[in-house]
């Protein structure tokens, strides 16, 4: 079993920057994929990114290319938002999966964060 815990969220500007963490617990060694959704009022929910454990290969939507960066320490993932802008308004949900291909859709993730809440204005 797989636990894990957002943190990081905020209220910021459009064009500031935030720092999203996700921790794990439990038997993290079983994380083949670890990615990052979120879900904004009203919207579906959106794969941001993702990265594979095994090589660090990393997957990107193409509405955060460029602007946002995933990466994976051990049993920590760090989501950089850098150019905020107020689309990118949602609740952010961390994700892990044993199995299956890496990328950005839900099936396959059976390990679950509850979330941080991400604000951007103007």
């Known amino acids: 079993q797989v636990q894990l815990v957002e943190s990081g969220g905020g209220s910021v500007q459009a064009g500031g920057s935030l720092r999203l963490s996700c921790a794990a617990s439990?038997?993290?060694?079983?994380?083949?994929?670890v990615a990052w959704f979120r879900q904004a009022p009203g919207k579906e929910r959106e794969g941001v990114a993702a990265?594979?454990?095994?090589?660090?290969a990393t997957y990107y939507a193409d509405s955060v290319k460029g602007r946002f960066t995933i990466s994976q320490d051990n049993a920590v993932n760090t989501l950089y938002l850098d150019s905020l802008k107020p689309e990118d308004t949602a609740m952010y949900s961390c994700?892990?999966?044993?199995?299956?291909?890496?990328?950005?859709?839900?099936?396959?993730?059976?390990?679950w964060g509850q979330g941080t809440q991400v604000t951007v204005s103007s």
């Open positions: 994700a892990a999966a044993n199995w299956g291909p890496c990328g950005l859709g839900t099936e396959g993730f059976n390990y």
């Open positions: 439990g038997y993290t060694y079983s994380m083949y994929c």
């Open positions: 990265i594979r454990t095994a090589d660090g």
